[in-house]
């Protein structure tokens, strides 16, 4: 009589495993962390490592990575080309200049992101968009951080793919892991180990990353070290690798804003490791709110452009897998086209109509998904080694569309906060960054404050 019962609880000890650190149909999904992911080609150095041009010295983990085969002075937004150079290449991203390309094998990389949303429930999403070749993962955990590279040992978790401690992101695929339990505050930071036994860099296939993430991340010495809470610490990054997004399980009320857009978005020239990029202070914003959840999600990319390739895709090319399909997306803010504007100099092509018809295409492919859109204005530039007369003309056309034609459901007019208000078409002195392009740390906050945090 007493094996009835004892049958029946291995029985829903048996429905119930399979179910193990997967979602429940009941669940909300949101976005608490993302980034814009680029291609990054392979360049091969002496050695076969890949090896670029160097770093200044004084600050060598705030540029991004670059390509191997990159000029030692590109032309980027935070070192726009003279009349005398060529079109620009891709971009930098941070202070300095740019190291040498990361290139990982047998290692394990320790990736740190800022979530905005909280939770007790995530999952990981890693991407090889870009690559031609399978990427292997080893092993892979998530933590919370202690401080540099140390994490808190009682929260280390490990990472699952159907089950599996291992995972392989095929050639332009996306893999989502197993749900994670534990508990993460809102506005900290999470910890990512990816181990990567085979070589990332190092062969033929491009590497899908972020350049210029504005933040540390670790390279271990040789092996697996993912989730050890002091991790042998061999290099730093200033990218993230194949780390696509961070999700959250949230109540049903809650969303996630995109912030669309090039340098000034990514937070080009702010303090690495501060989190002081404009979205950084909108997301505290938002979630001292506390309710509705909001996640904000940074698809800034260095160097970007609405009608152009170059540093990315452009934005009308990636506008689908950076805003449209990303966890519970709500609502998006667009910030692009200074430097179609810039690279153009006194190219009267694109012109501002060509700009106003690239945006129209971005909140048309945002309405039919249901999004609220809003627009921002561009920021002043004069001082700028790419700008000209011609150039602010158009700056101040599309400016005037964006804040008077109501095709936004909502303008967020950043020209306004950030500039002098004794010469308009420059910086605040107070928030220029000193290349009169991108806002420094105080400018950055000046923007994120200056949201109406009613639009969410």
């Given at each position: 009589m007493r094996l009835k019962p004892l049958l029946a609880c291995a029985l829903a000890l048996f429905v119930t495993l399979p179910a193990l650190g997967q979602s429940r149909s009941s669940d909300r999904w949101v976005a608490s962390w993302a980034t814009a992911l680029v291609a990054r080609p392979v360049g091969q150095g002496p050695g076969g490592r890949g090896q670029g041009p160097a770093a200044p010295a004084a600050q060598p983990a705030a540029p991004a990575a670059a390509p191997g085969n990159a000029p030692a002075t590109p032309a980027t937004p935070s070192n726009p080309p003279t009349a005398a150079t060529a079109a620009p290449a891709p971009p930098g991203g941070g202070r300095g200049g740019f190291p040498a390309p990361v290139t990982i094998s047998n290692q394990t990389i320790r990736q740190v992101v800022r979530v905005s949303v909280g939770g007790d429930r995530l999952r990981v999403v890693l991407s090889n968009a870009f690559g031609t070749a399978p990427v292997d993962i080893g092993a892979a955990h998530v933590a919370l951080r202690d401080r540099d590279s140390m994490v808190n040992a009682g929260s280390v978790k490990p990472v699952t793919f159907s089950g599996s401690t291992t995972g392989r992101i095929l050639p332009g695929a996306t893999v989502v892991s197993d749900v994670v339990e534990l508990a993460v505050p809102p506005v900290s930071d999470l910890v990512v180990d990816l181990y990567l036994p085979g070589d990332l860099g190092l062969g033929p296939s491009p590497v899908t990353t972020h350049n210029g993430a504005s933040q540390t991340n670790y390279l271990s010495a040789t092996g697996n070290h993912s989730g050890t809470p002091a991790m042998t610490v061999e290099r730093t990054a200033g990218a993230w690798f194949l780390l696509s997004r961070v999700e959250m399980a949230a109540a049903r009320e809650a969303g996630a804003v995109v912030t669309f857009g090039d340098s000034i978005t990514d937070g080009a020239r702010s303090?690495?490791?501060?989190?002081?990029?404009?979205?950084?202070?909108?997301?505290?914003?938002?979630?001292?709110?506390?309710?509705?959840?909001?996640?904000?999600?940074?698809?800034?990319?260095s160097g970007n452009q609405v009608l152009g390739d170059g540093a990315g895709v452009s934005a009308l090319a990636r506008f689908d897998r950076d805003v449209l399909m990303q966890t519970g997306v709500t609502h998006v803010i667009v910030m692009e086209g200074i430097n179609d504007i810039g690279l153009a100099r006194t190219n009267p092509n694109p012109s501002a109509p060509d700009l106003i018809a690239g945006h129209k295409q971005l909140i048309e492919r945002a309405r039919a998904r249901g999004l609220k859109v809003y627009g921002a204005t561009l920021t002043p530039f004069k001082g700028a080694a790419y700008w000209t007369a011609e150039g602010e003309a158009k700056r101040q056309a599309l400016n005037e569309w964006i804040r008077t034609s109501k095709a936004y459901d909502a303008v967020i007019d950043f020209d306004q906060v950030t500039r002098d208000p004794a010469a308009p078409t420059k910086f605040l002195p107070a928030y220029d960054s000193g290349d009169h392009l991108h806002p420094g740390d105080a400018g950055y906050k000046a923007m994120g404050e200056a949201v109406d945090l009613k639009l969410f």
């Amino acid at each position: 009589m007493r094996l009835k019962p004892l049958l029946a609880c291995a029985l829903a000890l048996f429905v119930t495993l399979p179910a193990l650190g997967q979602s429940r149909s009941s669940d909300r999904w949101v976005a608490s962390w993302a980034t814009a992911l680029v291609a990054r080609p392979v360049g091969q150095g002496p050695g076969g490592r890949g090896q670029g041009p160097a770093a200044p010295a004084a600050q060598p983990a705030a540029p991004a990575a670059a390509p191997g085969n990159a000029p030692a002075t590109p032309a980027t937004p935070s070192n726009p080309p003279t009349a005398a150079t060529a079109a620009p290449a891709p971009p930098g991203g941070g202070r300095g200049g740019f190291p040498a390309p990361v290139t990982i094998s047998n290692q394990t990389i320790r990736q740190v992101v800022r979530v905005s949303v909280g939770g007790d429930r995530l999952r990981v999403v890693l991407s090889n968009a870009f690559g031609t070749a399978p990427v292997d993962i080893g092993a892979a955990h998530v933590a919370l951080r202690d401080r540099d590279s140390m994490v808190n040992a009682g929260s280390v978790k490990p990472v699952t793919f159907s089950g599996s401690t291992t995972g392989r992101i095929l050639p332009g695929a996306t893999v989502v892991s197993d749900v994670v339990e534990l508990a993460v505050p809102p506005v900290s930071d999470l910890v990512v180990d990816l181990y990567l036994p085979g070589d990332l860099g190092l062969g033929p296939s491009p590497v899908t990353t972020h350049n210029g993430a504005s933040q540390t991340n670790y390279l271990s010495a040789t092996g697996n070290h993912s989730g050890t809470p002091a991790m042998t610490v061999e290099r730093t990054a200033g990218a993230w690798f194949l780390l696509s997004r961070v999700e959250m399980a949230a109540a049903r009320e809650a969303g996630a804003v995109v912030t669309f857009g090039d340098s000034i978005t990514d937070g080009a020239r702010s303090t690495t490791d501060m989190n002081s990029r404009w979205p950084d202070y909108l997301a505290r914003r938002l979630a001292a709110r506390k309710r509705p959840a909001i996640g904000v999600l940074n698809a800034g990319i260095s160097g970007n452009q609405v009608l152009g390739d170059g540093a990315g895709v452009s934005a009308l090319a990636r506008f689908d897998r950076d805003v449209l399909m990303q966890t519970g997306v709500t609502h998006v803010i667009v910030m692009e086209g200074i430097n179609d504007i810039g690279l153009a100099r006194t190219n009267p092509n694109p012109s501002a109509p060509d700009l106003i018809a690239g945006h129209k295409q971005l909140i048309e492919r945002a309405r039919a998904r249901g999004l609220k859109v809003y627009g921002a204005t561009l920021t002043p530039f004069k001082g700028a080694a790419y700008w000209t007369a011609e150039g602010e003309a158009k700056r101040q056309a599309l400016n005037e569309w964006i804040r008077t034609s109501k095709a936004y459901d909502a303008v967020i007019d950043f020209d306004q906060v950030t500039r002098d208000p004794a010469a308009p078409t420059k910086f605040l002195p107070a928030y220029d960054s000193g290349d009169h392009l991108h806002p420094g740390d105080a400018g950055y906050k000046a923007m994120g404050e200056a949201v109406d945090l009613k639009l969410f």
